[in-house]
């Protein structure tokens, strides 16, 4: 049977307003996931006859046994939500591009909610204007591959799973510490 460890980075955006535009912040956190140790696995990711799809109950599901090895977060006091949002995808590979090498073979997996760029990186969907971002992505995506890593692409819904809401959470939360701290308004 085949053996890897796998990354799960969940990124998460967040603005404030209804503009479209404005101050957003991405957070991104990752988590070393086994799902071939069964001794810290648990039982009813066991019972999972896929092993890739495991940490869907032991990191996504079970709030509590999921703990963070990295994570990080990028603040542009103007930008889109799918800009910024690739730009989390782009800081969180590039700060966890060394764990190839300690945890080989490693399956890589980015989850997010915004749907437009997942598509895009799936290769599903094109746009012009995030060409830059995409490109970016794909480049450190190749290094990964170079390393020995997979790497893929998830979208889900924002409540599909507990810990997606609390890395939800943590951005709003960061953008509004942010925002307070410096005394910034939507429409500066």
């Known amino acids: 049977m085949e ?3 796998q990354l799960i980075i969940l990124v998460d955006n967040s603005g404030k307003g209804e503009e479209k535009y404005g101050h957003c912040l991405c957070f991104w956190c990752a988590f070393l996931y086994d799902p071939f140790d069964l001794k810290s696995i648990s039982n009813t990711a066991q019972q999972v006859e896929k092993p890739e799809i495991r940490y869907e109950i032991d990191i996504l599901t079970n709030t509590e046994k999921a703990k963070p090895i990295r994570s990080g ?3 542009c006091d103007y930008e889109g939500p799918n800009k910024i ?9 590039d700060g966890c591009l060394f764990l190839t090498k ?3 073979p490693l399956k890589v997996i980015v989850i997010g909610d ?6 895009q990186l799936k290769n599903q969907w094109q746009s012009q204007k995030m ?8 480049g450190i995506e190749k290094k990964y591959k170079d390393n020995g890593a997979e790497t893929n692409y998830r979208w889900i819904k924002r409540d599909d799973f507990p810990l997606y809401l609390k890395i939800d959470k943590l951005a709003k939360d960061f953008l509004e510490k942010i925002k307070g701290q410096f005394k ?3 429409n500066e």
């Open 73 to 75: 977060a990028i603040y």
């Open 131 to 138: 060409k830059s971002f995409y490109l970016q992505a794909k």
């Open 102 to 104: 300690r945890h080989s």
């Open 3 to 5: 053996s890897y460890k």
């Open 184 to 186: 910034l308004k939507n």
């Open 114 to 119: 915004c749907e437009p760029v997942i598509k």
């Open 85 to 93: 949002f690739y730009d989390g995808i782009i800081r969180s590979l």
